[in-house]
Structures are given as structure tokens and as C-alpha cells.
């Protein structure tokens, strides 16, 4: 038999401890299970390494001396696996517009205590996140999410009233939500903020227009074919030409979620940049 890593700890949790039962505890073992892994230990070197008597716990001088080693392996493993640990890189899928305020400052505390941050542009960051080619979704659209997904509101953004140049819509002001019900809407289906469930009297003859990026569907604002809601740092991170982003003083927000997959269960990175965010 080879000597193996639970050999190491358990040696050293019986020198720490100096009882069986109370080790066997520490390592969620049966104290049999301990004893035999421990004379496992002293077959595979081949000497004694402790003086068993009815009374005191007492190390030879080789179990003095290999207690040294194995504290030293062990300390440098449990260092190099934490390092590695804090360094493994958190993939972030995103449809549109990072939200710049919270990202800079999650990456920041994230990368400060070694970890790395990888940015994905999708148009479906659930579906990506079913596949596993992202480890969190950032997502701006309340759906129901599959059983082994869950969620996390991290804040709420102000929305604006986004139509075309040339709209008569686009130099008013004193707009209201309520008043925009009929006017014909630009729906991206995917991981749009805003559809015609967003007005609490939606009109039933509606127009609907449907896209499923944020690209499409900020040129299909542009095309005077509708209207459309989005989240206020469109202005500065989505400016174009042929759109005008108007204020309406009561739109709803629109929260910002992270969603990760709860089974299989999620890395300690994962879970480490989840208690960060």
C-alpha cells in the first residue's frame, strides 16, 4: 500500500488531538476506522510512531519527527490549493449593457483577493448557463427559472422611454407611463426589460413587435416601428443616431439579477464572487 494523503491528516489530527475518539470525531470518521488507518500508516514506514499505553498519548522519536513532515506537506498543499482556488476565473454572461458601477466594483473586490473575471457577451445568458458555457448569468427579464437555477436581485435600474428620432414622442416631456399602453411596442422576447404585460391596462389591440437581441431591437426603434423601454445608462452606453431616450417620471425599473445553477453545485469561486456581488 501506498502512503496517501488521509494517512498525513489523519496522523496529524491524532497528534493534535491526542485521542482517538475525539480525532475520529474531527475527521468524521469511526474510531476503528482511525486505528486501522494509523497502523496502515506505521506498516507503510515501517516503524512505530506511537507509544500506546492505557493512560498518556505519547510519539516516538520517528513519529515526532514524520509529524514535522507531514504538518509541512500538508500546510504547503492546503496553500497551493488555496491559491489555485482563489485564482480559477468566474466566466459572467451578459445580453446588453453591463452595469458599470456594480461590475467595476465587483471585479475589483473579486480580482483583489485573486480571482479573475471573464465577460460574455450572449444573446440567451439562461440558455448559456443551462450549457455551461458561463458559471452566472447577469439578466434584467423576471421569468421562472429551471429547478436547478436560482436567482439574486442585486439592484434596480431607472428605465426610460426609448423611440425614434423623428417620433413626436421624442421631444415631449410630462410623459406617463399609462399614456404609452397603445402605441405599437418593440419586444426583444429574450432578455428584453419590458413586454406588454409592463402596463397595468395593457390595450388588447396593441401592435406588437418582436426581435431577440438588443441590437435588432434598438434598430427596429430606430425604424420608427415602435417603442421600447430600457434602462437608463442606455443613453451613454447605447447612444444611435435615429433613437432618443426620453424620460417618463413613473416608468417601473428594471432589476438586475444574477442567476447561477444550484445543481451540480456551484464552485468556491462561484459562490466566493456570488457573496462579493
Known amino acids: 500500500m501506498d502512503l496517501e494523503l488521509r494517512h498525513l491528516r489523519a496522523f496529524a489530527a491524532l497528534c493534535d488531538e491526542r485521542n482517538y475518539t475525539r480525532a475520529a470525531h474531527r475527521l468524521h470518521l469511526a474510531q476503528p476506522s482511525l486505528t486501522r488507518t494509523i497502523q496502515q500508516l506505521e506498516r507503510i514506514l515501517d516503524c512505530r510512531l506511537i507509544d500506546r499505553t492505557p493512560r498518556r498519548f505519547e510519539l516516538t522519536a520517528e ?112 410623459l406617463r407611463w399609462q399614456e404609452l399602453a397603445c402605441y405599437p411596442l418593440v419586444v426583444n422576447t429574450v432578455s428584453g426589460t419590458i413586454d406588454e404585460t409592463s402596463w397595468p391596462q395593457p390595450d388588447p389591440g396593441r401592435e406588437i413587435v418582436t426581435c431577440t437581441n438588443f441590437d435588432e431591437w434598438l434598430e427596429l426603434v430606430a425604424a420608427g416601428r415602435g ?27 428594471s432589476r438586475i439579477y444574477l442567476i447561477w445553477r444550484t445543481t451540480p453545485a456551484s464552485s468556491r469561486s462561484v459562490q466566493r464572487f456570488l457573496e462579493i456581488a
Open 227 to 253: 417603442i421600447g423601454g430600457v434602462p437608463e445608462l442606455a443613453r451613454t452606453r447605447a447612444p444611435h443616431p435615429g433613437v432618443a431616450y426620453v424620460d417618463v417620471a413613473d416608468a417601473p425599473p
Open 63 to 174: 513519529g515526532a519527527e514524520f509529524l514535522s513532515h507531514a504538518r509541512r506537506v500538508l500546510a504547503d498543499l492546503d496553500a497551493a490549493v488555496a491559491d489555485m482556488q482563489l485564482r480559477s476565473a468566474v466566466s459572467v454572461g451578459f445580453a446588453w449593457l453591463l452595469p458599470d458601477g456594480w461590475f467595476a466594483a465587483a471585479r475589483t473586490r473579486f480580482e483583489s483577493v485573486g480571482g479573475h473575471v471573464e465577460i460574455h457577451r450572449v444573446d440567451d445568458p439562461i440558455a448559456a448557463l443551462a450549457a455551461g458555457t458561463i458559471d452566472i448569468a447577469l439578466f434584467r427579464k423576471e421569468i421562472r427559472l429551471p429547478k436547478n437555477m436560482a436567482a439574486r436581485t442585486i439592484g434596480a435600474e431607472r428605465r426610460v422611454l426609448a423611440v425614434a428620432a423623428s417620433s413626436p414622442l421624442a421631444g415631449a416631456t410630462g
